[in-house]
């Protein structure tokens, strides 16, 4: 625990330094471990993390790294992207929300530890449940090659070429994506090796 590079975000922290300063007061209010994980501030009980906080352009957020298993009695988790599996986010555009919502926070975060107690864990999708880019089938079916390389990357490795690839919304920019990647799946590279 080191709160001087909390402390530190927070100060170069321009559009939400007073709505995050008020969620990290919440968070250590709640009893959580201040940590600094993922250039973020992060909180954890016994080690495990329990929520995270965010600034984007648009909004900051207290992100709920098992939010998926929070019951949401409020609505007011937020699936980030679709891909994301297991976190949520309670979004904030402005001070005076968190203090209106501050009790409803509080709730979340000890449900959040609870679910922690309890050991609970997030039922995650396999590798072959996420959809295969057209143009990445067809590229394995024309090389055995890179077939076999492909299918001999680990399963993150796999789910982020899946993922990246099937991301683009025109099919040129998937074949370029895929023609681009094709020697590094061949060399058994991940996406960001």
């Known amino acids: 625990m080191n ?25 250590l209010e709640c009893g959580l471990t201040e940590e600094f994980k993922w250039m973020h501030p992060c909180y954890t009980f016994q080690g495990k993390n329990v929520v995270l906080i965010h600034d984007f352009k ?3 957020a207290l992100l709920f790294h098992k939010g998926v298993l929070l019951k949401d009695t409020n609505n ?14 309670i979004r904030f555009t402005g001070l005076q929300q968190i203090i209106d919502l501050k009790s409803t926070i509080k709730a979340y975060i000890f449900e959040a530890v609870e679910v922690e107690k309890a050991g609970l864990e997030v039922p995650m999708k396999k ?6 880019p057209n143009e990445l089938k067809k ?23 899946l993922l990246y690839f099937s991301q683009a919304k025109q099919s040129a920019t998937r074949a ?11 060399q058994g590279k991940g996406l960001n090796d």
Do not use: H
């Open 58 to 60: 648009a909004y900051c």
């Open 76 to 89: 007011i988790l937020t699936q980030q992207t679709e891909n994301v599996q297991s976190a949520r986010q």
């Open 176 to 186: 370029n994506r895929v023609e681009k990647y094709i020697s590094k799946i061949l």
């Open 139 to 161: 590229a394995l079916d024309n090389d055995p090659d890179l077939k076999a390389a492909f299918q001999g990357l680990t399963p993150g490795r796999q789910r982020g070429y």
């Open 127 to 132: 590798t072959s449940e996420f959809k295969m």
């Open 3 to 27: 709160p001087k590079v909390v402390d530190r975000f927070l100060d170069r922290a321009k559009k939400w330094n007073q709505e995050m300063t008020l969620l990290r007061e919440i968070c």
